[in-house]
Each structure stands twice: as structure tokens, then as C-alpha cells.
């Protein structure tokens, strides 16, 4: 990873604290939920690539059930990277229509459910398992079922586990020591890349190799925690790859949901350039000086380049023949330029040529700075109290309905 810093410096004193926040959580002296950072169990991942195989030979559609990071991981990696085209989630929404439309695409197709929850307790997933279990059982029997139906849940007794116990479906682990949103190379991430046809070995592997870059990830998180410090309130991650959309979906909960707390925290926001220099750019240029922005560029993409045109009529010329990584190189550091100017510091991160190794250490990268910037600004990177303020307040809600009907 190259990490480059424009139209601001780095705090030394953040910066110290980042080091000495990675060598702590390196060491295991912050928290017990840091089982993320541990190697993959081979066991594990040869279970999801074996079970993945089996749910894509055997089915034309895979619908992974989960919300926040039990989907949000594995969605980002399949749009990021090609893949057979079989993932549908479901679990993340409690729109009628949404589910009519998904199981109208089911209707007629053999299809498998994979669920992801660690308490089996929360609402949208557990509305959304029930109306994929109905579908699949109504559909192949509860006996037949019970062999495309996976799993992945606490190893501890949950609601969703009594379910899966109780039927007969293949069970996964998602240890107690990963939270859902560092779980993407856990089984609740590495299964649904298996089924999509995704070489889950390389993808951890590429994780692996983030170590390496140990100096980006203390300077990321310098760099924000400097820039929180001077006044900014929001992080505006800009990919240069439209595949990455959802990426910066995961990057939002990744983020907002580690740092968020205690009065503290940026708000992040995500783009994807250039299309949206035509909707936000104004903002990003001339608007209050709120934010900072992170741009995240791919290099090497497809060789295509600008097609030659014999009449001059498009002002377009200097372009012919230039292959079009390179037009985004030049377009992005001229983005940059005019953000500076603007009083927008620029962080730039480079991940080189996109791979299926380079996502995995892509995604262990920010992880990593992720829970370094929390515990530089001196929160718990790993819980999230806010979000199971309104869990309560829904199971109450239905509590109290329960009972009124009873």
C-alpha cells in the first residue's frame, strides 16, 4: 500500500501515539476481540471453500442472509471482483417489495441460503431467514433443505444456532473473539466469497501480506486522527473504480461503527469518481470546509485506450490512444490539486493492480488502521453501545405487541 499525504502534515505526537496504539493491538494488550488479527484457521477455510463449491454446483442463485458486517464484507468483495454472479442478500431490509422481487427471481431456480448472525436475535436478519427457509422448505421439502442451508453463528448458544441444531443445517463458527465487522476472512465472510466462485485461499492470503505494510496503516491513522484534531468532522473515502461502490459501504460501517461513541468521532462518507465530481464535486470545492478526503486508486486496470477520431471535432485529441488508466491518473491528480487549493487535504492511498490478493490485504489494511485510529483517539474500536440502543427499543416494541395480542 502507498500511502501520500497533500496540503497538510502529519502530527508527530499522533503519529508516536498511532505506533505505539499498533504495537499494542499487535501485542493483544487492548482487547480480547482482536481475534481478527490471528491467521485464518486452515481447517476453516478449506470448509467454506469446500461448501462454497458444493452451494455454487448446486445452485443458480445463493442468498447470503445477514446485516451490517455479516453481508456488508462479503458484498463488497463481489462486486469488487469478478465472480460467477450467483450471491442475493437478504436480511438488510425490511421492504416487502424487495423481498417480492428476490423471490421472483427465486421461482423456478435451485437456489441455496447461507445465514450470517452471531445472536440470531436481530430483527431485519431474522425476518429475513424466516422468509428464505419458508421459500427453500416450501420448495424442496424440510429433508431436502437441510443440505442447502448453511449456518454461521456464534459457537455459544443463539437462537439462530437452536434453529440451525434443530433442522439440521450445516453449522459455522464465528468465533466470540471477532466482532461482525472484522469478520470478512472468519467463515461469515470467506463462504459466501467461496460460493461466488472467489478463491478464498488467495483472498487470505492476500490479508496476510498486509503485515507488511505496517507504516501505511500507522500513517493512515496518524493522518486522519490530525486531521480530526484540526477541526474536521468528515472523511470522504473516493474510489476511482465504480466495482467499488460497495466497498465504500463497508468502509462506512467499518468506521462509523468503530469510532462513533463517546462524543467522538468522523463522519465517513463515501464517492465514486469521477461520476460523482458531477454531483458533489461543487460541495467537495466550495462548500464548508467540514471535510478531508480519502482517494483510493487501483492501478493497472483493463488496457483499453481512447479511440482515435479522424474528425476534430471533440477537443479530445491529446487523449487518442492513451490507455484509460492512465487518463484516470492524470484526472485524479488534477482532482487533487483542486481540493488542496480548495482547503480539502487529500489523503491518497494506492493498493497497486486489483487483485484477489491485493483486496484481501486491501480490506486487513483498513481494518487494521481502523482499530489503530480508534484507540489513538481513545475509544474501544470493537463494541458499539449506540447500535444496541435501538436493538432494545425494537425488541420492546414487539414485546409489548406480544403481549397485547396474548
Known amino acids: ?120 436475535s436481530t430483527v431485519e436478519p431474522g425476518i429475513g431467514f424466516r422468509v428464505m427457509e419458508q421459500a427453500i422448505i416450501g420448495r424442496y421439502g424440510r429433508s431436502n433443505a437441510r443440505e442447502r442451508v448453511a449456518v454461521v453463528t456464534s459457537p455459544e448458544h443463539t437462537l439462530l444456532g437452536d434453529i440451525c441444531d434443530a433442522n439440521g443445517y450445516t453449522r459455522l463458527i464465528l468465533p466470540d473473539n471477532i466482532g461482525g465487522r472484522y469478520s470478512i476472512f472468519s467463515a461469515a465472510g470467506l463462504l459466501p466469497i467461496a460460493s461466488s466462485g472467489i478463491d478464498a485461499v488467495a483472498f487470505v492470503q492476500g490479508a496476510e501480506s498486509a503485515a507488511a505494510n505496517r507504516g501505511a496503516i500507522i500513517s493512515y491513522a496518524a493522518a486522519r486522527q490530525t486531521l480530526y484534531r484540526s477541526g474536521k468532522k ?10 467499488a461502490r460497495w466497498l465504500g459501504e463497508w468502509y462506512k460501517q467499518l468506521f462509523g461503527e468503530s469510532e462513533g461513541k463517546d462524543g467522538k468521532g468522523l463522519f465517513p462518507v463515501s464517492l465514486e469518481l469521477p461520476a460523482d465530481l458531477h454531483s458533489m464535486g461543487q460541495y467537495m470545492q466550495d462548500a464548508e470546509r467540514l471535510m478531508f478526503e480519502t482517494m483510493l486508486c487501483f492501478s493497472g486496470t483493463a488496457g483499453i485506450t481512447v479511440p482515435k477520431r479522424e474528425e476534430k471535432v471533440d477537443n479530445l485529441d491529446a487523449f487518442s490512444g492513451v490507455r484509460l488508466d492512465e487518463v484516470t491518473r492524470s484526472v485524479k491528480d488534477a482532482v487533487i490539486a483542486a481540493h488542496v487549493e480548495g482547503r480539502v487535504p487529500v489523503i491518497e492511498l494506492t493498493p497497486g493492480e486489483l487483485t484477489t490478493q491485493s483486496a484481501g490485504a486491501l480490506m486487513r489494511f483498513m481494518m487494521t488502521s481502523c482499530a489503530v485510529s480508534g484507540l489513538t483517539m481513545g475509544v474501544n474500536p470493537f463494541d458499539q453501545p449506540g447500535v444496541e440502543v435501538y436493538k432494545s427499543k425494537v425488541r420492546l416494541l414487539f414485546e409489548g405487541k406480544d403481549r397485547c395480542e396474548d
Do not use: Q
Not at 499494542?24 to 488479527?37: F, I
Not at 451490517?68 to 425490511?94: D, H, Q
Not at 468528515?234 to 466495482?243: A, C, D, F, G, Y
Open 234 to 243: 468528515i472523511e470522504v473515502l473516493s474510489v476511482w473504480e465504480p466495482n
Open 1 to 120: 500500500m502507498k500511502f501520500d499525504a497533500h496540503g497538510f502534515e502529519i502530527s508527530k505526537s499522533v503519529l508516536a501515539k498511532a505506533s505505539r496504539a499498533y504495537d499494542d493491538l499487535s501485542a493483544g494488550r487492548v482487547s480480547d476481540m482482536t481475534g481478527w488479527l490471528n491467521a485464518a484457521d486452515g481447517d476453516v477455510i478449506a470448509r467454506c471453500a469446500d461448501l462454497g463449491a458444493k452451494f455454487a454446483e448446486d445452485s443458480e442463485l445463493i442468498v447470503v442472509v445477514g446485516i451490517g458486517g455479516s453481508y456488508l464484507g462479503a458484498k463488497a468483495v463481489t462486486e469488487l471482483l469478478p465472480n460467477n454472479g450467483k450471491l442475493r442478500f437478504a436480511g438488510n431490509t425490511l421492504s416487502g417489495a424487495y423481498y417480492e422481487k428476490l423471490l421472483r427471481e427465486l421461482d423456478g431456480k435451485d437456489f441455496s441460503v447461507i445465514a450470517v448472525s452471531k445472536s440470531g
